[in-house]
């Protein structure tokens, strides 16, 4: 659960940080907040699901993990591409805890 929580909370850091405005010369790779904004709901909801009590399926975990932390994955930049939402979608369906 502590892994799942702090995986919750960097998501919903990037959706709020992303309805900031730009703050330049910050370090890290920067998000695409086009991307990120336009994907709100599904962020959101991806964050609720790693904080709700029920069972999830650790490859879920591994995908959210992996959603985060590749700097060239979909929620960095990448010019034109709109490959954030079904990355989402998947991370969360890929949660779904099945016996």
Do not use: N
């Not at 993990?65 to 700097?71: D, K, M, N, Q, V």
């Amino acid at each position: 659960m502590p892994a799942r929580g702090d995986l919750a909370r960097t998501l919903r850091r990037l959706v709020d940080a992303a309805s900031q405005p730009v703050v330049p010369l910050t370090p890290g790779v920067p998000v695409c907040r086009r991307k990120v904004l336009a994907s709100r709901e599904t962020l959101w909801e991806l964050a609720d699901r790693l904080t709700s009590s029920d069972p999830v399926e650790a490859r879920g975990v591994a995908q959210v993990r992996l959603l985060l932390l590749a700097g060239d994955g979909p929620l960095y930049h990448r010019r034109g591409a709109d490959d954030l939402e079904p990355a989402v979608q998947a991370a969360l369906a890929a949660l779904e805890f099945s016996l």
